[in-house]
């Protein structure tokens, strides 16, 4: 990729925060009678990547299919542009918000340059009569969207792959064309859900430069992930759930710091420090179930049959 | 993806053993045994291999095969020419692109089927071995020869997996079964064809027309086998046929030229297709042909919705019946109650405009269902159209269809003067009822052709396939499910209404029992569906192959009667285990059921 790494300071001095793009207003969602997320506002503004972390079974995933119109909110409505999004989620795709999947969710047996062109569908409008009789206008319409996805691989580095089908790709590839077929919808918010999931160090730093990429075009993020240090490069704001609801939001270093959200990550300490008596507790106990594990092994492998 | 490191890669460092094939024959005699035997069994074919011509075909004239013998004729020629192939004879190169030895082996095996089979039908058809003339045992001996020799031909043995020492007894025969079974795939296995060179466009053009006049050859010879005995040889003969040519490189070849040129290649079948009629000298095998292509039609219209848009459509004959009702109610016929006659292209929009409503009246509730659902919904509302039919006939409902009777004596069509039901002298041919309609029924089948690969190939196509392969993600990319779902089914149900209108006037009558879900006749429901998946599902030759197929078998094999629907059934279960892509696999498909093959997983054409 050949995109210039934009790292924290530059984008301090990068476009400041301009429109609020998306509004999420006290979103409550409950299945029967599990509360998964409570009551969590959240904005995000255009040029900025905001992040959501939180522990598993936050509801940051509930809390994504409530903004994509999958889920709709039990309470509370979300807004995009000053819009309340229609509860049908291509028609959130078709107002500006695109999303990627936790599991990559990619149409597998399709090329990828038509996974792109998927993606190009609430932008185009050509419909059945227009593909049977193929007047100009369909020609053009085809070329242009063609040209459009071939960008976007390019842009996402995927460009020399264009007939590959999509199952082929190796995982941090596939991860790209998701991100690819996303833009293709020309989304004024991107929504990524654990986007570096899987990937090893060096696809994470081309993820986090990708991202850069797609903020400097002007399009707002916000990214859900696990890997602490990949958004806290990454995010210009950080909003951490915790069962549902909404614990802290702020610049990176301020969660970072945060005792709540080391909590809530880690446990608490215990109220006293263990002592030693605990410990020799804790050592013992661990002794003996090794040991008895050993003991029971070796008759164990015997009556396997 | 997990790429496995196969046998191929390790075979190719110094082995300890030479390759050798499955038979302990030098090599080198093989060779020579196979070609030499392939051509025995060429000129065994002008001697008489029976002295009676009570079995058909009258094998018993010295100097000119009949019947089987030319099927045999054939298949032996083609092993020589494969045998002088693999000896690198100069001029046959082009012959075996990927490799003479595997496409000798399937040629010479297909020649010993159809030899053995004829020579033991002759004997059990007549009594006995005495039956036979010096020219059958030369030919079944000499075909045996042939198939020892290709045998013997070197190949790469797979690797052995190693045993696990702990496995039971049962573990490790399943283990060595699985070895030898590799190993015989590895005996028929050929390389990858080298890339076909390029060549001027008008030989390559010279060749698709030669490509489509020899698919007219094998179909029109097909469609007139007149004995059972005949047809059965042909499929035997056909299938090594094609696996010889397939394993010779050839098919890849073809379809890379063909790929090139599509438009002329689409025409041109067409053109084929239009001179079948010109071959026949009676109406008795163009009868066929009608009925073959309405079958053929309505399956690549399912096709739409089932191998591109991915909805299991049980009771899409409905539409073809509601096609057929609507042409036949306003055609004049005496029993249809309305008692009105429209003009042929006034009808053809009626059906097609009954089809799409109703189609869209059934999609409208049950697209909402997902998969096995959906199945189960569309499986009820083809019994209900059936069943409705039936009562609409004046006591148990309003008059209107004439019940269990039908709507009878459907006038023929006349089009601009044009009377299709007599018949017509066309430059010393005589082109009689049925054909006539075969050449309307082309038009249609053109049309759908058309509609299938222009949507195909286009936006709603694409958002098709990906609501096929992932709903959840279509509509998070905009795709409004409902809507191009709704689109694939009307545009499915006015497809098959159009080849409705045209059946109503072919078959004089329609009733409610041609609109069954499984029958022992198609065009039904589950026939309809098994050309497809039979064919293979999103391509366009698939079903029309698919279709041809399954019509031509019951109709040809009389013989299997009651056992019909089992063959049918044992087949199709064989089918899915060795080749569930269909016969001709969409590349799609063909990459996403056999991973191990190292083809390169690059599309060249998108669409079918």
New interface residues.
Partial sequence: MTTDTTTKDTAAGAPAPGDTVLDARGVTMRFGGLTAVRDVDLTVRSGEIVGLIGPNGAGKTTFFNCL?G?YIPTEGEVRYKDKVLPP???KV??AGI??T?QNI???????V??NV??????R?K???W???L?GPG?HK??AA?RERATELLEFVGLADKA???A??LPYGEQRKLEIA??LA?EPGLLLLDEPTAGMNPQETRAAEELIFAIRDQGTAVLVIEHDMRFIFNLCDRVAVLVQGQKLIEGDPATVQGDERVIAAYIGEPMENDPGAAEAAEVEAAEAAAEAEAATDAAPGKENDR | ?TTQTTASSTAVTPAATPPTGLIGIPAPVGRAVATGGSALAVVSTFLAWTWTSAFPGDLTVYGYPGGLQVLVLVGGALATLFGLASYGVKGLGWLAPAGADAALKYATLGTFVTAWYTVLAISFDLGGLVNLEPGGYLVAAATLLALLGALALPFERPEPDPFDPDDTGWARFTHEAGHRWATLRAAFASGSPRPVRALPSHVEILIIVAILALALVVFTYGIGTGYDELFVGFLITAGFGFSALNRSGLIAHASQITARHQNITVCGAFVAAACFPFTQTDDQYATLGVYILIFATVALGLNIVVGLAGLLDLGYVAFLGVGAYAAALVSGSPSSPFGVHFPFWAAVLVGALASLVFGVLIGAPTLRLRGDYLAIVTLGFGEIFRIAVNNTDGTSGPDITNGSNGIASIPDLKILGFDLGVQHDIAGFTIGRFANYFFLMLLITAVVV??FR??G???????W??IR??E??????????FRVKL?AFA?GATLAGLAGTVQAHVTYTVTPEQYLFAGTTPPNSAFLLAAVVLGGMGTIAGPLIGAALLFLIPNKLQFLGDFQLLAFGLALVLLMRFRPEGLIPNR??Q??FHEEADAP????K?GA
């Fill in positions: 994509t999958l049908k989620s291509f795709t078709a695109a999303r999947f969710r990619l149409f597998a047996n399709m090329t340059l038509e062109l998927v993606g190009r569908h609430t185009t050509e419909g059945f227009s593909a049977v193929r369909f319409a085809e969207s007939d590959h089908l199952r082929n077929r996303a919808s | 993806m058309l509609v222009r949507s190939d286009s936006r709603i196509g694409r958002a396939v990906a392969e992932d959840t993600a279509a509509l998070a990319m905009g795709i409004n499910g689109i545009v799609r498909r990459l996403e997983a690059v599309l060249s998108t």
